[in-house]
């Protein structure tokens, strides 16, 4: 079962798999035009045990491409290999990644009570705004005016390149 798609170009797919869930033995794979490689998550998080596909996955080309694992560190894959990046920042991980660019990255997630948004400059994360009480579980960021937020329970916010504004369902 697919869980999760992202297309940096026709010949620069990722697929998060989640066939048989927990514990499957290859969570990720990259089509790179030709064919398909397979990635277990021992190669993703050095020889880990569990097995976890990946939540969301956004990039901005073949050598920046961000993984969200559940309760797992932010992965990133820089052309060559695995990652894990923003570990003080998200120790988490996260369940939504999305951006405009290398240095306009956002990312939510939740703890057991509370939910976050972080914004990653390509060197620093900033947290635009307090811990919520919302499980954030998705993010799309169409520009940098016009970012989305979805939860749990029909949450939903938009950010206007300022505020921060809850949307009535």
């Known amino acids: 079962e697919l869980g999760v798609v992202f297309a940096v170009a026709p010949d620069d797919v990722w697929v998060g798999a989640r066939s048989g869930g927990e514990g499957a033995a290859v969570p990720l794979l990259h089509y790179n035009g030709t064919a398909w490689q397979q990635f277990t998550t021992a190669m993703i998080f050095s020889n880990a045990t569990f097995a976890t596909a990946p ?33 003080t920042d998200l120790p988490a991980g996260c369940s939504g990644v999305s951006g405009t660019s290398a240095t306009d990255v956002w990312f939510v997630g939740r703890t057991t009570s509370n939910g976050y948004v972080h914004r990653y400059n390509g060197t620093a994360v900033t947290h635009p705004w307090p811990m919520s009480s919302r499980h954030l579980q998705s993010v799309h960021a169409a520009s940098p005016s016009l970012v989305a937020f979805g939860g749990q329970g029909g949450y939903f916010a938009t950010f206007d390149g300022t505020n921060l504004t809850d949307q009535v369902g």
């Open 55 to 87: 939540s969301a996955i956004w990039g901005t080309g073949p050598d920046n491409v961000f993984f969200c694992f559940p309760e797992r560190p932010v992965t990133r894959w820089n052309g060559t290999a695995f990652e894990q990046v923003l570990m």
